[in-house]
């Protein structure tokens, strides 16, 4: 099956911006999703397809894809937004229904 | 409002099965797959497999092959998840989550997730 790589962890100021990264060789073939998951809850969709937000989730978050590699950018982040994050698409190796997920970043907001 | 509600927390032990229940609500439970991921504590999201509701037709991860069930009673649009010959590294939260978009598209996501099913696996 496929894989998704993630940095495991990364930190941004109050207010500033900070950019997720999401590598595999399924995101030439499919867009990724992404996940927001806080302590002791559930994963939260927060972008899905190109670069589309549920209702609900603030214009700050927005995603983007290019080759291999799918990005989803927090703009202003706030304390709020500490949290796991997870991509996820379907998988281009093997069975073409089932899905794999990134290897998860920890977001920290100083 | 469109929900997924689990069944509660379970213990089992070793060599046991466990089956885990999702009742949806605010929409037409046939209308959109169910898939199934767990979490080990501290882990990462892991994708187990799906079921369409309407066809009964599954797909499952290789990792789970021959060892998950997945299936559904439509009359009360509940989905399970049926994993047997448990052992310790199979306790986990099990969460649904119902699948979007085209299952032959480019673009799937999971939207809502139920709020998981916390199995342990103990002797």
């Known amino acids: 099956s496929s894989e998704l790589t993630q940095d495991p962890a990364v930190s941004v100021a109050l207010g500033q911006t900070v950019r997720i990264t999401c590598q595999g060789d399924?995101?030439?073939?499919?867009?990724a999703s992404w996940y927001q998951q806080k302590p002791g809850q559930a994963p939260v969709l927060v972008i899905y397809?190109?670069?589309n937000r549920p209702s609900g989730i603030p214009d700050r978050f927005s995603g983007s894809s290019s080759g291999n590699t799918a990005s989803l950018t927090i703009t202003g982040a706030q304390a709020e937004d500490e949290a796991d994050y997870y991509c996820?698409?379907?998988?281009?190796?093997?069975?073409?229904?089932?899905?794999?997920f990134g290897t998860g970043t920890k977001v920290t907001v100083l | 409002q469109v929900q997924l509600v689990q069944s509660g927390a379970e213990v089992k032990k070793p060599g046991a099965s466990v089956k885990v229940s999702c009742k949806a609500s605010g929409y037409t439970f046939t209308s959109y797959d169910i898939n199934w991921v767990r979490q080990a504590t501290g882990q990462g999201l892991e994708w187990m497999g799906w079921m369409n509701p309407n066809s009964g037709n599954t797909g499952y991860a290789q990792k789970f092959q021959g060892r998950v069930t997945m299936t559904r009673n439509t009359s009360i649009s509940t989905a399970y998840m049926e994993l047997s010959s448990l052992r310790s590294e199979d306790t986990a939260v099990y969460y649904c989550?119902?699948?979007?978009?085209?299952?032959?598209?480019?673009?799937?996501?999971?939207?809502?997730w139920g709020q998981g099913t916390l199995v342990t696996v103990s002797s």
């Open positions: 397809g190109k670069n």
């Open positions: 399924s995101l030439r073939s499919y867009y």
């Open positions: 989550a119902r699948r979007r978009g085209a299952a032959a598209g480019t673009w799937n996501w999971f939207d809502p």
């Open positions: 996820n698409s379907r998988d281009s190796s093997g069975n073409h229904l089932d899905h794999v």
